[in-house]
């Protein structure tokens, strides 16, 4: 079985972030940043090269593959600023409805521009989705 090769390491979160090209998409990751490490009350850390995470918790399939995994994080990619929300988006209708303008993914919410999406709504979601997944995997 493959090993999972986005890891938590010890590369320095801020170094990452400042080298983003882009200086609103720069300035949007240090928002998000803040944002997730307020709500979920963990420091950021990078997974693999190009993922801010926080916290983790430890999944094991019904195959037999396990592995660590973080709670909420996000990625300033080329195209959008992606947020990762591990419990994917079925449970947050009422939410997402009011957050603003995005596109999702299996468990990947993409976001242009912070501006596009209301905070407190998005500081909702994320507080939710980290809390279902660490209790989920208590």
């Given amino acids: 079985m493959a090993e999972l090769k986005t890891k938590e ?6 170094e ?11 300035q ?14 963990e420091e950021p850390r990078m997974w693999g090269d190009s993922i801010v995470g926080f ?20 990625s300033p990619r080329k195209q959008s600023l992606t947020l990762y929300i591990m419990s994917g988006f079925d449970k947050y209708d009422a939410l997402m409805s009011k957050l603003g303008k995005f596109k999702t993914g ?8 912070m501006e596009d999406v209301d905070e407190t709504v998005l500081r909702e979601l994320v507080k939710q989705s980290a809390a279902h997944v660490a209790q989920s995997n208590a």
């Fill in 106 to 113: 299996k468990s990947c919410l993409y976001v242009k521009k």
């Fill in 9 to 14: 390491n010890d590369a320095s979160v801020k």
């Fill in 55 to 74: 916290g983790h918790y430890h999944y094991k399939y019904a195959s037999g593959r396990e592995g660590d995994w973080f709670l909420t994080g996000f």
């Fill in 16 to 26: 990452f972030l400042n080298s983003v090209t882009d200086e609103k998409k720069r």
């Fill in 28 to 41: 949007d990751s240090f928002t998000i940043m803040n944002l997730m490490q307020e709500v979920t009350g």
